[in-house]
């Protein structure tokens, strides 16, 4: 945004930003809840896969979507080139 854009637009009042910061509370606590269940779903999911067939295609999809996520694989760090040799 520019300076002019910045100016053009009205300053919110006091009101108007504590019913900003009210509905932000109230997102964080619906975001929390929402992280709650799915956290359960998880474990519930994770616990069922022992249970299945394993050449099922629930159990693959499962098992595919529930593994744990790992960082990328760590690589060697670069080294710099050397300049061929001269004959």
């Known amino acids: 945004m520019t300076e002019n854009e910045q100016e053009q637009q009205p300053i919110p009042s006091q009101a108007d930003l504590y019913e900003d910061l009210r509905r ?10 929402v992280q709650t269940e799915i956290d359960q ?3 519930r ?15 693959q999809m499962l098992t ?4 744990p996520k790992t960082s990328a694989p760590k690589r060697a760090p670069k080294t710099a080139k050397k300049a061929p040799r001269k004959k």
């Not at 932000?24 to 809840?33: F, V």
């Not at 616990?47 to 159990?59: N, Q, V």
């Not at 595919?64 to 593994?67: E, I, P, Q």
């Open 24 to 33: 932000i509370g109230e997102l964080e606590d619906q975001k929390a809840n």
């Open 41 to 43: 779903l998880t474990e």
């Open 45 to 59: 999911l994770t616990k069922a896969i022992p249970h299945l067939d394993k050449s099922s295609l629930l159990a």
């Open 64 to 67: 595919a979507t529930l593994k």
